[in-house]
């Protein structure tokens, strides 16, 4: 899990870069989505941001903005095969994980996604239009985290009940069957001060029953006295 976090936490720095620049990643698509004559459809998808940077990035500082994104895709993709290399069963989370491998695929259609309060990204785009055609690529990132946290938080829950559940609970003493029940009962010994809390074997001729009233063995062929 430590690594899941390290990742999750290299993803953060990079977030908060990200958003320092939001408006020079828009402006980068603008251009690009203008040389792809493709004003008209919004982005839709992370392997169409691929595209424009590889096939109509107009310079450099475009091109690094674009790499920024695609490099914190590529950080949480790496979380989630992390978590889901630490337990191969099918997670009992909700159905987290599974969200966040669709959410985090190359080419699914992330157009009509939108980050809730507390983030931001939506409300800084400009107009009703930018976020039309932006609102769901700029969503991506901080919808992902959100999720690969939750995940994270669950898997960690589950491991710490199951590290409860499996370690043993101690027993108590067991009471050795020669003990007496209640050390402190008077049980007549006691009073003469010897062995008070000592099991004492009655004799055979005190048990009663088959052994009541028999002589004691005499080898044989000697007369009785």
């Known amino acids: 899990m430590n690594r899941v976090r390290e990742k999750l936490r290299i993803a953060e ?77 099918p997670p009992r989370d909700g159905g987290i994980l599974e969200a966040c491998r669709t959410l985090l695929h190359p080419n699914t259609n992330i157009s009509s996604l939108r980050a809730p309060f507390p983030n931001e990204e939506v409300n800084r785009l400009s107009c009703v239009d930018a976020r039309s055609f932006y609102g769901g690529v700029v969503s991506l990132i901080p919808v992902a985290m959100e999720l690969l946290q939750d995940a994270l ?48 074997k009655p004799p055979l001729r005190e048990m009663g029953g088959w052994f009541a009233g028999k002589p004691a063995w005499r080898p044989p062929g000697r007369p009785r006295v």
């Open 13 to 89: 720095q990079k977030r908060k870069l990200f958003k320092q620049q939001q408006g020079i990643f828009i402006t980068a698509l603008e251009r690009s989505r203008e040389q792809a004559q493709e004003r008209t459809r919004p982005v839709f998808s992370v392997s169409q941001v691929q595209w424009y940077m590889e096939e109509h990035c107009s310079n450099s500082t475009d091109s690094r903005i674009f790499s920024l994104f695609l490099e914190i895709m590529e950080d949480l993709g790496a979380a989630l095969d992390l978590l889901e290399a630490r337990d191969p069963t």
């Open 153 to 200: 938080n669950s898997s960690t829950a589950l491991l710490r009940d199951s590290a409860s559940t499996d370690t043993p609970k101690s027993q108590p003493p067991e009471s050795s069957p020669l003990q007496p029940a209640d050390s402190s009962a008077d049980d007549g010994s006691s009073q003469n001060g010897s062995g008070s809390n000592q099991f004492r």
